[in-house]
Structures are given as C-alpha cells and as structure tokens.
C-alpha cells in the first residue's frame, strides 16, 4: 500500500521555489538527522529549533546516507518515505529535504537558514555548515537533548526484549 501524497516532502528545487515566495525577513532554521525511530527527543527538539525561527527545514538523511553513518547493517529500521511521512505530520516541521551525502553541509549551502540547530550532543564548533551560516550572518545552536530518549538506545532495549 502507497502512502498519501507528501506535501511537505519536496526536492531542493521545488523548496527553493518555494522560499522565493516566502516574505522579506522570514526566518529559516535547518536542523538534520535520521529521525529512523521517531522519540519524545525528536519531537521536543524539532519544537524547540521551531520555535528560534518562522519556518523549520529537515533535512532528511536518506537510506544510503544513514547507512554511510554506521549505525548498523540493519539502519534504519524504517525506509526514507516512512520516515519523511511520520516527520510531515509534526506542526512544528514544514519542509522536509532528503539528502543523500554523508553530511547536509551541500544542502545547507542550498537552504541558507538564517539559524541552523543540533542536539546537545553536538558542540556548537563540530556542527556541520555552522562556518556557512555564521558567515551569512546567521545563529547556530546545539539545544539540550530531552534527557533519556536516543534512538539507538531505545533499538538497544528493543532487540533485548
């Protein structure tokens, strides 16, 4: 069975279109992960990033990419499309932008947010595409992870059950 059409799920053509349109001033953030198990950490730090700005970008990491990663063999557990569709139905979510690179730095050069955020498991300093953004102008943020929530974590604990 198909899954409904996707309307937040679009190419970087199609989003860049897309942000022409936006008004003057709009505040872009961009945020990227592989969202394969979807947590309360994920949604509260997708609300959080959210909230810095007008409008949150997601980029996607796709199947291949998660895969360059080395999480496991067996990552992700869901494919790209489930995963983008269960993201599209956050409010706090709008764009979605899957990327096959082993990093967004590609794509964040392509979006040019004004504010680019990670978890806290990042340092500020290791963030990918920070350099691009801070040049630009704009913020990077590394938000404080919802204590007790990762995806591996929680693979982990299923896998013993």
Known sequence: MALPANPKLMSIRTFLKRKAELP???RLVFTNGCYDILHPG???LLTRARALGDSLVL???SDESVQMLGKGGDRP?????DR???LAGLACVD???VFHESTPLELIKAVRPQVLVKGGDWATETIVGRDVVEQAGGAVHSLPLLPGYSTTSLVER???N
């Open 24 to 26: 003057p001033g709009h």
């Open 42 to 44: 994920h949604v509260d």
């Open 59 to 61: 980029g996607l990491n």
């Open 77 to 81: 557990l869901n494919p790209q499309d």
């Open 84 to 86: 983008a569709f269960v």
């Open 95 to 97: 764009f979605i932008i």
């Open 158 to 160: 299923i896998r013993r």
